[in-house]
């Protein structure tokens, strides 16, 4: 087997070093009834060239050639060749947790670069080197919250993404916590009345995403008052983080609980990803996750290590933060290098150019009769429009000009019955939002 | 440089400042096509919540500087692609590269997780193929992909294990966990909800199954076991537990962290255990890649399959496949969409070159610790005599005589061109030595380690101060990890001259 560097000859001079007869006899610790008589039932072996063969075919079924127009919290942006070169580098891609930090200085001082960009894109003081994801992210910022104001009420707007809301019940359940939800107002943003009638001095934290689940930017300075009134945390949350190049950041929330998939990483069908936590200083006790920190070594050198490793379970096992050891290292790299590479003009300019192409979506979009914007709030690279008739309906018909419809909202919001949420990227081009805008009125043009 | 340096030798490498300190203002690495519709005025669109200022000390640095950059960062790391990487209970084998390259292909890497499922078959298909290898392999009924890793794995499995007993009435309140075992297992109980009592291992670092008969009363949810234990040692009782448990109405759970040792040779679905999770990024050579991305299936007997967080996977009609999410007895989701594909696809790419052949490389995993187990023994104290399977734990009890303790030996490694074992860890081992080569190690490269590990011994003995101050080869020494801590910089700052208050 390619994989295995061993000769047959060499096998059996191991064998006789440690004293066996045969293979079989270094497994003389299983008892002898649990032993596999027979071998394992598994396709294979294939050279290299068949896996690439079985995967291509497999990727031959999926949806290449069509153009889409979902976001909804994984999104398509441009990435670079050097992003992948990079992160493919064996000496990045094959290493394990810093824990041993001379050998380890390039992982360790690029998880200080990435700590450093995540503050600077949000706004906060200190961020952590990784969750799995913003789903958890969030959830494990909400934890934080409860256990830095030792409250145990959550108030969740309802425009937060519905998979998040789902994660974090599914965590709140057994944690003693409560979890209720905001409704949505008029014009798409978190109903700040019905938050202060649920708002007591009992809630731990108001999590909000922005800008949120139905495209509308979050006024996120106000939400931020009515939470400390009652000395609740706020706690935001960001799927689109490309936004950050021309939104103002979450600054005024306490812990910001962020996805970065937009910074390099390809939609891989739902991950791998990478979440961050963001917050401020005075909270980076509770915070969980690891933390690079700067220190120096005997010759004064400047030198990265994992630090204040207190907090997590390997040393304070059930009285640790959260059980997260495994993060996302290596997708954290690729924001990095990703960032880097954007750097300053180029993060704004493609959040401008998502800006600009999401807004001309919207006017040809508008120009259809029937078609209507549905919130008025400000929106970054997505837009609830309503339809005249069911989108599940009219995005098949889509289909068969090979466009991916937009994300149908009734689906998590059985209110939003006719309601598509309709993302553009800077990947979409001039022609592709025309062939969308044409398809769509012709469909609608057809008798149902 | 001496001549017990086989593996090693010292050579220049480049100093690199932060990015942040090498930007200047103007400077670019990324172009974009140029915008093909009308420029939207950002600042009357968005009002109050225009960036006006975009990003404060973003780095600004051309293509060639951010690739030096991160080329220079990577040489100050040790790697697998360099050599062995003994470090016992994470499995550091061979990330074959073509896993690499099947992830990156087009209508692999560019699928969205909302598409239409009828578009999706070809994802979906590799979960089916994946979900079935992995049944395989662990004997065991039904499997979720879902979890982003092996402790969401531990989480997903006492959740399932809740739900079941809640069902029947009663979700109890304690879990069981061995002393031994990885921290980890504590810290997700109590995120399960459930209060953790550790149990001691008897003297051969076993679960003391005697005991364990008076431990379970009706309060007890589960047990979670790690077989073979995180001493390397296989816990031949594991049937024996499972009945006392199941007789008492608790079900057992394996930390499925030390399957490398397995794989091919037994199942654990054939020795009682009802739930276990699995590391992809362990035992099925997903990378790293400096500590994740991972992925954490977790394998379950039929009593629990109801409960498989959401979606699932099913399988309709014409062999159509679909993900599920109308489940009324699911305990929710664990994570958004549908879990870490990218890891999946790796992890299949290596269940399909090995195909039954996947024992060989458990049998090579055990030899080679067995090899080094053998080779080491009566150099190094070996705490714990019962055969080991995929890693020795040694202890540094001989050393300490001189003052050298386990840290020592480990980072004095490094000088000889190996990555260090895991040291401190099992917490019942004190001064532990964890070794754990993997099959990717040649004989070649196993004597390099015991010939390097021998002469530490030999070192600790005669210069007990060269092993004390190791490394001595590396760009920088040991840090400073209280005052790191004591006072933290958890990122980059501009010089105070100029104003960061606009960020």
Redesign the interface.
């Known amino acids: 087997?390619?994989?295995?560097?061993?000769s047959p000859a060499?096998?059996k001079?191991?064998?006789a070093?440690?004293?066996?007869k045969s293979?079989d006899e270094?497994?003389?610790?299983?008892?002898e009834q649990?032993?596999?008589k027979k071998?394992?039932?598994?396709?294979?072996?294939?050279s290299?060239a068949?896996?690439?063969q079985?995967?291509?075919?497999?990727?031959?079924?999926?949806?290449?050639g069509?153009t889409?127009f979902?976001g909804?919290?994984?999104y398509?942006h441009?990435r670079?060749v050097?992003t992948?070169?990079?992160?493919?580098?064996?000496?990045?891609?094959?290493?394990?947790?810093?824990y041993?930090?001379?050998?380890?200085?390039?992982?360790l001082?690029?998880?200080?670069?990435f700590?450093?960009?995540m503050?600077?894109?949000t706004?906060q003081?200190?961020?952590n080197?990784?969750m799995?994801?913003?789903?958890?992210a969030a959830t494990e910022a909400v934890l934080m919250a409860e256990r830095l104001t030792s409250r145990s009420r959550v108030l969740v707007a309802r425009s937060v993404?519905p998979?998040?809301r789902?994660?974090l019940?599914?965590?709140a359940?057994?944690?003693?916590l409560s979890v209720e939800e905001v409704p949505i107002s008029a014009d798409g943003t978190v109903d700040t009345k019905a938050l202060q009638s649920s708002l007591k001095e009992d809630v731990a934290a108001v999590l909000v995403q922005s800008p949120n689940f139905l495209g509308a930017?979050e006024p996120i300075a106000d939400l931020a008052n009515i939470a400390h009134k009652v000395g609740a945390l706020l706690v935001a949350t960001v799927t689109e983080a490309v936004s950050?190049?021309?939104?103002?950041?979450p600054a005024e929330a306490d812990i910001v609980a962020m996805e970065g998939q937009s910074f390099g990483l390809?939609?891989?069908?739902?991950?791998?990803y990478v979440g961050v936590i963001a917050s401020r200083e005075k909270f980076?006790r509770q915070m969980p996750g690891?933390?690079?920190?700067?220190?120096?070594?005997?010759?004064g050198?400047r030198?990265?290590?994992l630090?204040?490793?207190?907090r997590?379970?390997?040393?304070?096992?059930?009285k640790?933060t959260?059980?997260?050891?495994?993060?996302?290292?290596?997708?954290a790299?690729a924001a990095t290098?990703h960032?880097?590479?954007?750097?300053?003009?180029?993060?704004?300019?493609?959040a401008?150019?998502n800006?600009?192409?999401a807004?001309?979506a919207l006017a040809e979009l508008e120009k259809i009769p029937g078609v209507r914007r549905a919130f008025d709030a400000?929106f970054f690279n997505e837009f609830t429009i309503e339809l005249p008739r069911s989108v599940k309906l009219v995005?098949a018909q889509l289909?068969r000009e090979k466009i991916?419809g937009p994300?149908v909202l009734g689906t998590a919001y059985p209110e939003l019955t006719k309601h598509a949420l309709v993302c553009v990227t800077?990947t979409i081009?001039?022609v592709e939002?025309e062939k969308f805008a044409g398809a769509l009125r012709s469909t609608l043009e057809q008798p149902v | 440089m001496t001549e017990h340096f086989k593996k090693a030798s010292q050579h220049v490498n480049q100093n690199e400042r932060l990015i942040f300190e090498t930007s200047s203002p103007g400077k670019r690495a990324f172009e974009l096509p140029p915008l093909d519709v009308p420029a939207a005025d950002a600042a009357k669109i968005l009002g109050r919540y225009h960036r006006l200022e975009g990003v404060s000390d973003f780095p600004e640095v051309s293509e060639i500087e951010v690739l030096r950059h991160f080329t220079r960062l990577s040489t100050w790391n040790y790697a697998i692609d360099l050599g062995m990487y003994p470090l016992g209970s994470c499995t550091m084998k061979y990330n074959p590269r073509v896993n690499e390259f099947v992830a990156r292909l087009e209508g692999i890497a560019t699928e969205h997780p909302y598409q239409p499922q009828e578009l999706s078959q070809g994802c979906l298909k590799i979960i089916k193929l994946l979900e079935d290898c992995l049944l395989e392999i662990t004997g065991m009924d039904s499997i979720t992909l879902q979890p982003a890793a092996g402790a969401q794995g531990e989480l997903t499995g006492l959740l399932l294990i809740r739900a079941y007993l809640q069902k029947r009435g009663n979700p109890r309140k304690k879990v069981l966990i061995p002393d031994s075992a990885h921290g980890t297992n504590p810290a997700t109980a109590v995120i399960a909800g459930y209060q953790v009592e550790n149990i001691k291992s008897e003297s051969h670092g076993q679960i003391d199954v005697e005991k364990l008969r008076d431990l379970i009363t009706e309060d007890v949810a589960a047990l979670m076991i790690t077989n073979p234990s995180t001493l390397g040692i296989f816990e031949p009782r594991i049937t024996e537990i499972a009945d006392i448990l199941h007789h008492k109405g608790a079900l057992l759970y394996m930390d499925g962290a030390n399957m490398n040792a397995l794989t091919g040779i037994t199942r654990p679905g054939d020795m009682g255990v009802d739930v276990m999770h699995l590391n992809l990024h362990k035992t099925f050579s997903t990378p790293h890649g400096g500590g994740g991305p991972g992925a954490g299936p977790v394998a379950m007997k039929k009593i629990l399959e109801p409960f498989r967080p959401t979606p699932v996977l099913i399988e309709k009609d014409a062999g159509r496949l679909c993900l599920d999410s109308n489940r009324p007895e699911s305990i929710g989701r664990v994570k958004a969409f549908a879990g870490n594909f990218g890891v999946l696809v790796r992890a299949l790419a290596y269940i399909l070159a090995y195909g039954p052949g996947i024992r060989q490389a458990t049998e090579d995993a055990v030899l080679n610790a067995t090899y080094i187990r053998k080779n080491l023994e009566g150099v190094y104290d070996l705490p714990y005599s019962l055969p080991s399977m995929h890693e020795v734990v040694f202890s540094d009890a001989r050393q300490k005589q001189n003052g050298v303790n386990t840290m020592d030996i480990a980072k004095r490694l490094i000088d000889y061109g190996f990555h260090p074992y895991t040291t401190a860890f099992p917490l019942i081992v004190p001064g532990a030595l964890m070794i754990e080569p993997t099959e990717s190690e040649s004989k070649e490269e196993c004597d390099l380690f015991i010939d390097a590990m021998k002469s530490i011994a030999e070192e600790a003995a005669t210069n007990p101060q060269l092993v004390k101050t190791a490394p001595h080869t590396t760009r920088i020494g040991r840090l400073d990890e209280v005052g790191a801590a004591r006072k933290p910089i958890l990122r980059w700052k501009q010089a105070p001259a100029r104003s960061e208050a606009a960020d």
């Open positions: 087997m390619r994989y295995l560097p061993k060499e096998r001079q191991m064998l070093v440690v004293g066996s293979i270094l497994f003389s610790s299983v008892p649990y032993r596999l071998a394992l039932n598994l396709p294979g072996p294939l290299e068949e896996i690439i079985y995967f291509k075919a497999r990727a031959a079924e999926n949806s290449l069509y889409s979902l909804a919290g994984v398509n441009l670079s050097i992948d070169t990079i992160i493919q580098r064996g000496e990045f891609l094959t290493s394990y947790t810093p041993q930090a001379e050998i380890t200085q390039g992982t001082q690029s998880i200080f670069e700590q450093t960009l503050c600077q894109l706004g003081e200190v961020a080197a990784s799995y994801d913003g789903s958890t993404h998979e998040y789902a994660v019940k599914t965590y359940k057994n944690s003693g930017i950050l190049g021309v939104v103002n950041p390809a939609p891989s069908y739902g991950g791998p980076v690891r933390l690079v920190g700067q220190t120096t070594d005997s010759n050198r030198g990265f290590v630090t204040l490793a207190t997590e379970q390997h040393i304070r096992r059930e640790a959260s059980n997260i050891c495994t993060n996302q290292a290596l997708c790299l290098v960032l880097c590479l954007l750097g300053k003009e180029g993060l704004r300019e493609m401008h150019q800006l600009s192409k807004r001309f400000p995005n289909l991916i994300f800077e081009t001039r939002i």
